[in-house]
């Protein structure tokens, strides 16, 4: 799995809309994110999400304003190597407010 940093944008999405990729159900409170699927895709033995060797993984992300620490559930089908998508909670955490939508980000798993 690679490891180090990484550089990307950062959006947010409804998690309580259903069950993750990782095959659960998290909330929208919850310090969680959807991992872009070039870096998700790739660990997805056999072709189940559920079994995907990122589920669970640690990530530190710093944006504008702040710094969390989120746990991947979730793919990214769109967005580019780098991307994470993350809760509203985790959102807020670390760009300020939902209304910039999308913010820059460096990011590493932990």
Do not use: E
Not at 23 to 36: E, M, R, T
Not at 51 to 80: E, F, M, W, Y
């Amino acid at each position: 799995m690679a490891n180090g940093s990484f550089n990307g944008q950062a959006t947010y999405y409804d998690v309580d809309a259903g069950l993750t990729a990782c095959g659960k159900q998290y909330s929208n409170n919850d310090f969680v994110c959807a991992l872009n699927s070039q870096q998700f895709d790739p660990y997805t033995p056999g072709g189940n999400p559920n079994n995907n060797t990122q589920c669970g993984r640690q990530i530190q992300i710093t944006g504008p304003v702040g710094t969390a620490n989120v746990t991947v559930v979730d793919r990214l089908p769109s967005g580019q190597n780098g991307d994470l998508d993350l809760s509203p909670a985790a959102f807020r955490h670390i760009a300020g407010s939902l209304d910039v939508g999308r913010v820059n980000i460096t990011w590493n798993f932990v």
